[in-house]
């Protein structure tokens, strides 16, 4: 039985970012079939768990407006980091209770964190102290009850101010702190344009690209699709996906490393945004 895959154009660059994905689509016809949403209500009449690939929103404002509904259970943002690996930022709703969120163990951690590197608590207690300290408790928790795992906590201002980032890439705060480390990360890595974040909302799973919609390249046909594609290989993964996601993903990475200038002019390159795709077309092997 193949795999339903929904896809969401968004703004901006967003519909030709998809135009050119055409062709990779069709390297998944034995195991994925694809269909296109023309709006977020279309959801509701979806078989449930249901995977949307969406494409960039106009604004944050928009962005909140669609998936706020949705009922967002968490959200991990991947931001590599050279050939260093990558930065990973979980963000948790602290309108949830943790109780029965997604601290309340450790499946949603193993599913975005190694276990080899620490994990850090990114704390805002100016806001909703209340609310942190359920968050906390379920920290500690977790803590204390699964000894192979670093857990640590941390401010966010000393975590900033005394360089921690530096040598912690796992972390975990609320959506709002969360955007302020996933734009850390990316600044620091000069990687924003190949992030992508993955969402859990309470009927199914929504991954993007972290970058914005580009008004100003719109059209111009050097927009990357990297993200949009490794947002695609998350989607995959917790789909029942996961050697075919991997498989993809690694000969994605291991093009624009070992060939930086195979790519497009927003990373370094050289190439326009069709041309790149057929290279990633004739260079994979699935």
């Keep these: 039985m193949k795999t339903h895959i929904f896809l969401y154009e968004g703004e901006g660059i967003g519909p030709e970012l ?6 990779f689509f069709s390297l998944l016809k034995e195991q994925v079939e694809f269909h296109y949403l023309t709006s977020f209500q279309d959801l509701s009449a979806l078989n449930k768990p249901y995977y949307v690939l969406c494409g960039p929103f106009e604004s ?13 259970q968490y959200a991990y943002t991947s931001i590599p980091a050279g050939k260093k690996g990558h930065a990973g930022v979980l963000a948790i709703p602290l309108h949830q209770k943790q109780s029965s969120g997604a601290l309340k163990d450790l499946s949603v951690i193993r599913s975005c964190f190694d276990p080899e590197q620490k994990v850090v608590m990114i704390q805002q207690y100016q806001e909703q102290p209340q609310v942190w300290e359920d968050a906390m408790k379920a920290w500690t928790k977790l803590a204390f009850s699964n000894y192979e795992w670093k857990f640590e906590d941390a401010n966010v201002l000393s975590f900033i101010k005394h360089g921690q980032y530096n040598k912690a890439k796992q972390v975990v705060s609320s959506l709002e702190g969360a955007n302020v480390l996933k734009a850390l990360y990316a600044s620091m890595y000069k990687s924003l344009n190949r992030a992508y974040t993955l969402i859990e909302v309470e009927d199914g799973y929504i991954a993007m690209p972290m970058h914005g919609h580009a008004p100003d390249i719109v059209g111009m046909g050097i927009a990357n699709p990297y993200a949009l594609l490794m947002a695609l290989c998350k989607l995959l993964s917790v789909a029942g996906l996961g050697t075919l996601a991997q498989q993809i993903e690694n000969q994605i990475e291991s093009m624009f490393l070992d060939h930086p ?5 927003d990373q370094g390159g050289v190439l326009n945004t069709e041309k790149y795709m057929a290279m990633i077309i004739e260079c994979i092997n699935l």
């Design 60 to 72: 944050e404002q928009q962005q909140y407006k669609e998936l706020n509904p949705l009922a967002m």
């Design 261 to 265: 200038d195979q790519t497009t002019p």
């Design 18 to 23: 998809f135009d050119t994905l055409r062709p």
